[in-house]
């Protein structure tokens, strides 16, 4: 592979207390995990990315780190992660892990000495007033639980600022030590062999009065000087961004070529218009959203995806449209979160494989580097009665057995589900290994398609134009090479007109179309 092996890559995410429980205390961890790279492997994906593994109270599923530099003691010890690591290398798949820099949990030891002593070395770590009434522009993220983005602490006599729940104290970058030990704690993961890191919520680093406390200059600023720290130090080393913000406001976490920040963002804004394309049978919205994506600097790459840990963000719509994703998508009350929707992708296409199929060969022939959340691959459902995302966080489905395969416990962190639409029963990977129509296999099949094609991974895109509102076209392509991508997003059949001779990549036929081409109600083509 070249050093640019991201810009290539599917991902997959991992949520190790989820995939497989290897000691019987009901909670997955790494020496399960590892029973499972194979798993992992056939998919065709080539790097993982490990949801939070540290020391935590978990009361943000360990978006809450205690202790930067060690393993949460129900997921395992370093020496599990080291092992879990060296597997999936052996394997040819990379792994990164989740760092969490804009706060720590307030059970971390910094903020403990912090609140106690105003005169610590620590005090400066995070952010504190005596008012709690600065930066009132700056929105709350969590509005369904946190009422301000300060809170009162008893203890310190003083009010701290923070993004999220406030058992996250946010850390205070204007104290250079703060850098410091961030790249202590990068430095130690890297050292033992990591190949980079997803950077969690880094819009937020830096507060300013009279701003919204987003994307301000300073924050810029510090991811400069943490992509040189890596890439002095650790050569080859991959940054993903998780800015939920416009395209315009996502460009700048590329940085430039001389000061670069991130080879990769998440393209947040792409997300909730392929449902809502689907939905309405009309391409405009991923038409007008990706003409509003500006040119990405070369040799960077977006991230697409479909779901993931957390709710499905309506952040970057408009209020029109959220309030039409949630009447579409969200219908019981009890599915908004936040600014979103806490269900997974298989309930909300209805179940329904057409839908399924054209939304995720969509979404693998769209510019950028696809990851997939875990469970997707097999149409895991969800649990919207469970707290916070939970429901969407569920054991993974393995087979027909106790607790689906993923533990020997009496009692798991959550219930598997076993509903009768989404239950481990009829829903897990061991049923679906046997047909070729599953959602296991066809996810395969899409993934390992894709990745044999240059012009999906890499080219570029332009539209075709296709003068039916409801028929998607785009070719991707590197110089001559390409494949032209057609989906009917309606529930009628429409027509397209092929200027020449053409091979569908995805039909197990593999004939070859000319001329006037029907495409079957939610069809999709990637023709070459
Ligand atoms: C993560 C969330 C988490 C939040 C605070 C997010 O962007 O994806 O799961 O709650 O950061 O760390």
């Not at 009361?59 to 393993?71: A, E, H, P, Q």
């Not at 923070?162 to 250079?176: G, K, M, T």
Request: hydrophobic share 35%.
């Amino acid at each position: 592979m070249t050093t640019n092996w991201y810009n290539e890559s599917v991902f997959y995410e991992l949520y190790i207390r989820a995939y497989k429980d290897s000691n019987g205390d009901g909670h997955g961890d790494f020496r399960g995990a590892m029973e499972k790279l194979d798993h992992i492997k056939s998919l065709g994906v080539d790097c993982i990315w490990v949801m939070p593994h540290y020391p935590s109270p978990l009361l943000d599923d360990g978006y809450d780190i205690s202790d930067y530099m060690g393993v949460h003691s129900d997921y395992g010890t370093l020496d599990d992660f080291k092992d879990f690591l060296d597997a999936a290398h052996a394997r040819g798949l990379k792994v990164i892990t989740d760092m969490v820099m804009n706060h720590t949990s307030d059970q971390h030891p910094w903020f403990q000495a912090a609140r106690q002593d105003k005169n610590s070395p620590y005090r400066d770590y995070y952010v504190w007033s005596d008012t709690g009434t600065e930066y009132a522009d700056a929105r709350i993220i969590f509005l369904d639980t946190e009422p301000s983005n300060w809170t009162y602490d008893k203890v310190a006599g003083q009010y701290f600022w923070h993004r999220f729940y406030r058992s996250q104290p946010d850390l205070n970058y204007d104290n250079p030590q703060v850098h410091e030990e961030m790249f202590k704690a990068m430095r130690f993961w890297l050292d033992m062999g990591i190949d980079g890191f997803r950077v969690d919520a880094i819009p937020y680093l830096y507060e300013r009065e009279g701003t919204n406390c987003e994307n301000l200059p300073e924050t810029h600023k510090f991811l400069k000087k943490m992509r040189r720290m890596v890439d002095d130090e650790y050569p080859g080393t991959l940054l993903i961004a998780e800015a939920n913000q416009w395209p315009e406001d996502l460009l700048p976490y590329f940085g430039t070529t001389e000061a670069p920040e991130f080879q990769i963002c998440f393209h947040f804004p792409i997300m909730p218009r392929l449902y809502m394309a689907l939905k309405k049978g009309d391409k405009t919205p991923i038409v007008d959203i990706l003409n509003r994506t500006p040119q990405k600097p070369e040799g960077t790459q977006w991230m697409t995806f479909l779901r993931n840990h957390d709710e499905l963000t309506l952040e970057m719509v408009t209020p029109e449209e959220r309030e039409w994703m949630w009447q579409q998508y969200a219908p019981n009350p009890r599915a908004k979160l936040n600014l979103g929707i806490r269900r997974r992708q298989i309930p909300l296409l209805d179940n329904d494989k057409r839908k399924w199929f054209l939304l995720n060969a969509l979404f693998l022939s769209l510019p950028g580097a696809p990851i997939i959340y875990y469970g997707d691959e097999i149409g895991m459902g969800d649990n919207i009665w469970f707290p916070d995302r939970h429901g969407c966080r569920t054991p993974m489905q393995w087979d027909a057995g106790k607790n689906a395969g993923f533990s020997d416990a009496k009692e798991t962190y959550l219930p598997v589900l076993c509903d009768d639409a989404y239950g481990y029963q009829q829903v897990n990977v061991v049923v679906q290994e046997d047909d070729p129509d599953s959602y296991l296999n066809l996810t395969r099949f899409l993934i390992q398609t894709r990745q044999r094609q240059s012009a999906l991974k890499t080219g570029e895109m332009e539209w075709v134009e296709t003068g039916n509102n409801s028929v998607l076209a785009f070719r991707r392509h590197i110089g001559k090479e390409g494949v032209l991508c057609l989906f009917n997003l309606s529930n009628q059949p429409q027509t397209f007109t092929l200027k020449r001779e053409r091979v569908d990549l995805l039909s197990k036929s593999q004939q070859a179309l000319s001329g006037t081409l029907t495409i079957a109600s939610r069809g999709a083509h990637w023709l070459k």
